[in-house]
């Protein structure tokens, strides 16, 4: 008789679309603990901008690897998938639900999937490659693996040098290596998931409200604190939505309400990012809500993952 497999609940979905909200209501149905899969939630540096829990959510719910990291430090996929597997261990050993919650596809990806075994990049390609400027790597992208450029947003650096350096080391496109991922746990779980897919007339209306809300709430000092730093401008946590447009404002460059509207902008730019490769990267078994977070519609959502109130 085959072994039962624990169960792992996901939430996930773009940003605004409700994942923290129905991710408590579960957790206080069950008695498990939200693991946080957000790329930028996982630094302390951002509480506000990066929409953190709060104290009174934390309260009702145990939450797990948010801000755990300083922002001086780079956060991949591969390590926090080791985080959360180590996390999700433990909550398997006390008879717990884990709850991943977040909308970085990458991590989840990296997480139920396993990680591609490339080998060791050429270090005199590394380095021309993370020398030379996102649009220079990109039309050299476009040549040798016009798959994955047509698939990176322009403007992200460092996944599209990672690409080219990969293909450029190894000869093989990263697609081709992720077709070998290896140490996913997806097949040792019983995965219990959803994607919120809302309209995004109502997505993007709380997008821009809660940009606004985060600016109203303190987010500038996270930002100016952040500057006084003088991180790597590279790094994860300086690229978060929102940094580059409060700087702005900050350096005198802008005024607030554009760094504002600016803001918002971006936050719903990435959202519509999201949107698009939750709907269409995830296996077709995961079901897509595609109501909002609203009402009645939130105990449907908790049918779904097997926690109607």
Known sequence: ??????????????????KSGLALRLAEATGGAIVNAD??????????LSAAPSAEEKQRAEHRL??????????SAADWAAMAKAEIAKLHGEQRLPILVGGTGLYLRTLLDGIA???????????????NGVSENLAELTLLDPVAAISLNPGDTTRIARALEVVKSTGRTLAEWQKQSEGGIGD???????????PRPWLYERCDQRFADMV?????????????????????????IGVTEL????????????????????????????YTWFAHQPPP?????????????????????????
């Not at 008789?1 to 409700?18: D, E, H, N, Q």
């Not at 700087?247 to 959202?271: C, D, K, N, P």
Request: charged share 25%.
């Open 39 to 48: 790329s930028a939630q996982v630094y302390r540096d951002l509480p506000i």
């Open 247 to 274: 700087a702005t404002h900050i350096r005198g460059e802008w005024s607030l309400e554009q760094a504002i509207v600016a803001g918002q902008q971006a936050t719903r730019r990435y959202a519509k990012r999201q």
């Open 216 to 240: 109203e709430q303190g987010a500038l000092g996270e930002v100016e604190a952040l500057l006084a730093r003088n991180l790597d401008s590279d790094l994860p946590v300086m690229r978060a």
């Open 117 to 131: 075994p490339v080998p060791e990049i050429d270090p005199e390609i590394r380095a021309k490659v993370r020398g």
């Open 285 to 309: 078994e995961w079901p897509r809500f595609c109501e909002p977070l609203e009402g009645a519609a939130t105990e449907r959502a908790l049918a779904l993952l097997g926690a109607a109130g």
């Open 66 to 75: 948010y801000g755990v990291l300083d922002g001086a430090k780079s956060c």
């Open 1 to 18: 008789m085959a072994k039962k497999r624990p169960p792992v609940a996901l939430i996930a979905g773009p940003t605004a679309s409700g």
């Open 188 to 198: 040792d779980v019983e995965l219990k998931s959803i994607i919120l897919l809302p």
